[in-house]
T-cell receptor, first 116, second 112 residues
Framework: NAGVTQTPKFQVLKTGQSMTLQCAQD?????MYWYRQDPGMGLRLIYY???????DKGEVPNGYNVSRLNKREFSLRLESAAPSQTSVYFC???????????????FGAGSRLTVL | AQSVAQPEDQVNVAEGNPLTVKCTYS??????LFWYVQYPNRGLQFLLK??????LVKGSYGFEAEFNKSQTSFHLKKPSALVSDSALYFC??????????FGRGTSLIVHP
């Protein structure tokens, strides 16, 4: 049982380049999330998808787009990368966001992105 | 709005001693509270949660957390620290079912 799988693990981009971070989960979860982690800032929510077919902005969505491709997959795209987007990106999933019960997230191992 | 404060960037403790990692929160209504741990170069892992009931919650790896409603706190504790407990610890708060808000994290260093 792989849980949440992110690719790539590492990526170096030049300013202005584009790229897509891929995320897949095999736990039949309905909800998926993208966070970025920066030193001293903790985790900040970029986008989330409460269920297949829906996406919503989080705390820091500017410069990013997402696609919920199907129930398993949720990708994050940087259209024109900037040095401020240098960060570690985490994908997470949970059974059901916004419904009864505590929302426990399962995280992927992270993708370290450097924008030069 | 909901928020979490972890007042200590780093906590140092000797192996075998008890440890406490502090967390205070702000949320409308009854809180759902969580602790996650992040080992180097890994994603966050769920440790424990508080929903309702007993104020002392037990979780993975011998950790426990004490919910204090009057002080709006949810401190993480362990009676005897291990070197392998050294990691980054995140407190999170959420209203029922919603997306949790994470604190900035506290680095726990357990010295041999």
């Amino acid at each position: 049982n792989a849980g949440v799988t992110q690719t790539p693990k590492f990526q170096v981009l030049k300013t202005g380049q584009s790229m897509t971070l891929q995320c897949a989960q095999d736990m039949n979860h309905n909800s998926m999330y993208w966070y970025r982690q920066d030193p001293g800032m903790g985790l900040r929510l970029i986008y989330y998808s409460a269920s297949e077919g829906t996406t919503d902005k989080g705390e820091v969505p500017n410069g990013y787009n997402v696609s919920r491709l199907n129930k398993r997959e949720f990708s994050l795209r940087l259209e024109s990368a900037a040095p401020s987007q240098t960060s570690v990106y985490f994908c997470a999933s949970s059974p059901n966001q916004g419904t009864k019960g505590a929302n426990v997230l399962t995280f992927g191992a992270g993708s370290r992105l450097t924008v030069l | 709005a909901q928020s979490v404060a972890q007042p200590e960037d780093q906590v140092n403790v000797a192996e075998g001693n008890p440890l406490t990692v502090k967390c205070t929160y702000s949320v409308s209504g009854n809180p759902y509270l969580f602790w996650y741990v992040q080992y180097p170069n890994r994603g966050l892992q769920f440790l424990l949660k508080y929903i309702t009931g007993d104020n002392l919650v037990k979780g993975s790896y011998g950790f426990e957390a004490e919910f204090n409603k009057s002080q709006t706190s949810f401190h993480l504790k362990k009676p005897s620290a291990l070197v392998s407990d050294s990691a980054l610890y995140f407190c999170a708060v959420g209203p029922r079912g919603y997306i949790p808000t994470f604190g900035r994290g506290t680095s726990l260093i357990v010295h041999p």
